[in-house]
């Protein structure tokens, strides 16, 4: 018996042995708190490792699951905001802005080589950063070739308090500082910078205000834009509107501003399409008509940007649009513009899904998806629609302007996705779920084919009838 216990007891400690050796060598577990792509099939990834939020990494990884690099950067941890990420690539390096709160709490803006990851710079920006950074609307970095501009907050007497900053890319040395654009804040934040020719800066805000050009040198202002709000950017030009007219800015500073008015009873609500199509504008507004404007109702227009000249506008029936559009580049032919209500009439908020015709001024489908909340995706000359509670995804025949197939990503947890997500052509998806490294979860799709060019992490992507979206889409599609 006592043979029999030492056998048993030495048992114990073998199992324990090797549970403990197989505990030390097995990664940690970490989780995807966020992703920028930065390439194509390259991506920034954001993880924690188990529960400790005190412990943060940036990793450089591609399309295929290769980690390419890991570099901690506890106790800093990168910003996020509505919808943005502190972390951008320019050139050679990565550059990120975050906040330390331990010892004391600041604002750090570091660069990491593209290559491996390691520290190049780091610049401490005065002020205390607020622990969560929700009041951001708008990229917090933008970098051209020689200065990275940085959009942070900083607490003060019990508000958030929105500045722009200039540092040397080189070096991240800090060249000036300034109050983001002149007077209080309207309601909300959201600072937008805009690069331009001839060595100019426009700082701008997605709430009616003025905007400003400046000196990136120095920060003067060298021109001040007309009371507006940002709309979004043509390749040549920077579209701000107000209550009564559209202003184009041209990306050459040395050009005037041209200003469209717009016709009695119309004007921009804040969640309105806007792009380019060709060389002309691409604008949604709001309409009132009768004989006291009393009956409200949405419209698509198209203007020669150039001379303000209308081609055509297409009534829409509908009382507001949706905001759940991420436009990157130039409009297709063919644009899904989701908008609350079918009727303008109709005492319902139920959504309705209309594909537009911009070349010729006419919808070519209307879906009613009752309470299925679509977000448009354009971008290399093609649209889609993605339904994130269900994650699906279904293309626009840019062809022929109808619904075709609809593919399913079980898994990933993407509910509406960023301008982040969607950059080089490509949408990546990430799934939710703790994970070892190698093992981290995400999809990424080409959006010129449709096809899965990448997936890690056991992601996978099926066809599904369009059907299962509901009524709507019964006998429709390929």
């Not at 205000?209 to 990136?216: G, H, N, Q, R, Y």
């Not at 949706?322 to 409009?331: I, S």
Request: hydrophobic share 40%; proline share 8%.
């Amino acid at each position: 018996m006592r043979h029999a216990g030492k056998r048993t007891l030495a048992a114990v400690l073998v199992v324990a042995i090797v549970a403990g050796g197989v505990w030390v060598w097995m990664p940690v577990p970490r989780f995807v708190v966020g992703s920028v792509p930065i390439g194509v099939d390259e991506a920034i990834l954001l993880t924690r490792r188990n529960d400790d939020t005190s412990r943060h990494w940036v990793e450089l990884v591609a399309a295929d699951g290769t980690l390419r690099w890991s570099a901690e950067t506890t106790p800093v941890e990168v910003g996020e905001a509505l919808g943005f990420t502190g972390a951008i690539a320019a050139g050679e390096q990565i550059i990120l802005l975050g906040a330390r709160q331990y010892p004391n709490p600041e604002v750090v803006v570091f660069a990491l080589a593209r290559s491996d990851g390691h520290r190049l710079w780091e610049s401490t920006l005065p002020g205390t950063p607020p622990m969560g950074r929700a009041g951001r609307i708008g990229p917090m970095l933008v970098a051209d070739a020689e200065r990275v501009y940085v959009v942070d907050e900083i607490e003060s007497d019990g508000r958030l308090h929105e500045r722009l900053h200039t540092l040397s890319l080189a070096t991240g040395a800090v060249s000036w500082e300034r109050a983001a654009l002149d007077g209080p804040p309207p309601l909300g934040h959201g600072v937008m910078v805009t690069p331009m020719k001839n060595d100019r800066l426009l700082a701008s805000k997605p709430f009616e205000s003025p905007a400003v050009e400046l000196d990136p040198a120095t920060g003067a202002i060298t021109r001040r834009v007309p009371a507006s709000r940002f709309l979004c950017q043509l390749p040549e030009s920077w579209i701000g509107g107000n209550h009564d007219s559209v202003l184009s800015v041209p990306m050459d500073a040395t050009q005037p501003i041209r200003t469209v008015e717009l016709d009695a009873g119309e004007s921009i609500p804040n969640e309105a399409p806007c792009g380019a199509r060709g060389d002309d504008l691409i604008l949604g507004v709001r309409t009132r008509t009768g004989e006291d404007f009393s009956t409200e109702g949405l419209a698509i227009t198209r203007f020669d940007d150039a001379t303000g000249q209308r081609r055509w506008t297409l009534p829409l029936g509908s009382p507001l649009f949706q905001d759940n559009a991420v436009l990157d580049g130039p409009l297709p032919r063919f644009l899904p513009i989701a908008v609350y209500g079918g009727d303008a009439a109709a005492d319902s908020l139920g959504m309705t899904l209309l594909i537009v015709d911009l070349d010729a001024g006419t919808v070519v489908e209307r879906v009613d998806v009752g309470e299925m909340y679509p977000t448009v995706l354009v971008t290399s000359g093609r649209a889609w629609v993605w339904w994130g509670g269900r994650a699906v995804l279904v293309e626009i025949n840019p062809d022929t302007g109808r619904f075709g197939g609809a593919t399913t990503y079980p898994g990933v947890y993407i509910g509406e996705p960023r301008l982040e997500d969607l950059r080089f052509g490509q949408l990546w998806v990430t799934g939710s779920g703790w994970a070892r490294p190698q093992e981290l979860p995400w999809d990424v799709i080409d959006l010129a084919t449709g096809a899965l060019v990448g997936a890690n992490g056991g992601l996978v992507a099926r066809e599904v009838p369009l059907s299962e979206l509901g009524e709507g889409f019964a006998n429709r599609g390929p």
